[in-house]
């Protein structure tokens, strides 16, 4: 299995600040998500990192709001750019091994609080 | 697309009590079935996971699974259940071709009481 560590766990922000999130892997893997729970509810896919090249956002999210690195196979960062209190959330890093076919491991989270 | 709907927000029960926890999904291609437990604040760890072959899927902590294609359902089951087990627990589903993608249901907050 994959062991995913995330930084910071938790951060009070001002709004129209930035705030960058690390996702680190302790190995290879395949394929990384970020995803974003807001309060109470479930998750919700963001993109997927893709190493060497843009992300891929889903519906409803954008390159500009939620830019996203990945320059190695084991590391990605998360931008939560312009934020509001709208975007007080949980988000979670995820990665596919290349030894666990199909199965995503998760991070920790990052608590995010704008007030 | 994918999607999953968990039909209990809430279920509340007793220590040593079964419990079950309903997933249903609608996919129009086949697709691979989670389910995941959250704890307190804490990330998502997986329980178990359907593939493929045997219908009846056996996870970590006593957990057991059921995938019913004719009824689309992937419902969560434990016999006897403990404090511990008080968590939130998410179904999800990927859909085979789809890069992985997981698309999560609203999620079941179990309480176990004593």
């Known amino acids: 299995s994959a062991v995913i560590s995330q930084k910071p766990s938790r951060d009070i922000c001002q709004r129209g600040t930035s705030l960058t999130i690390q996702c680190q892997v302790d190995?290879?893997?395949?394929?990384m998500f970020w995803y974003r729970q807001q309060p109470g509810q479930s998750l919700t896919l963001i993109a997927t990192?893709?190493?060497?090249?843009?992300?891929?956002?889903e519906s409803g999210f954008v390159i500009d709001k939620f830019p996203i690195s990945r320059p190695n196979l084991t590391f990605s960062t998360l931008t939560v750019s312009n934020m509001s209190p709208e975007d007080s959330s949980i988000y979670l890093c995820?990665?596919?091994?290349?030894?666990?076919?199909?199965?995503?491991?998760f991070g920790p989270g990052t608590r995010l609080t704008v007030l | 697309a994918q999607s999953v709907t968990q039909l209990d927000s809430q279920v509340p029960v007793f220590e040593e009590a079964p419990v079950e926890l309903r997933c249903n999904y609608s996919?129009?291609?086949?697709?691979?079935l989670f389910w995941y437990v959250q704890y307190p604040n804490q990330g998502l760890q997986l329980l178990l996971k359907?593939?493929?072959?045997?219908?009846l899927v056996k996870g970590i902590n006593g957990f057991e699974a059921e995938f019913n294609k004719s009824q689309t359902s992937f419902h969560l089951r434990k016999p006897s259940v403990h404090i511990s087990d008080t968590a939130e627990y998410f179904c999800?589903?990927?859909?085979?071709?789809?890069?992985?993608?997981?698309?999560f249901g609203a999620g079941t907050t179990v309480t176990v009481r004593a």
């Open positions: 995820s990665a596919i091994s290349s030894e666990s076919y199909n199965e995503q491991f």
């Open positions: 190995s290879q893997v395949t394929m």
């Open positions: 990192a893709n190493q060497g090249s843009e992300a891929t956002y």
């Open positions: 996919s129009s291609v086949s697709v691979y």
């Open positions: 359907y593939l493929s072959g045997s219908t």
């Open positions: 999800a589903v990927s859909e085979r071709g789809n890069d992985y993608k997981l698309s």
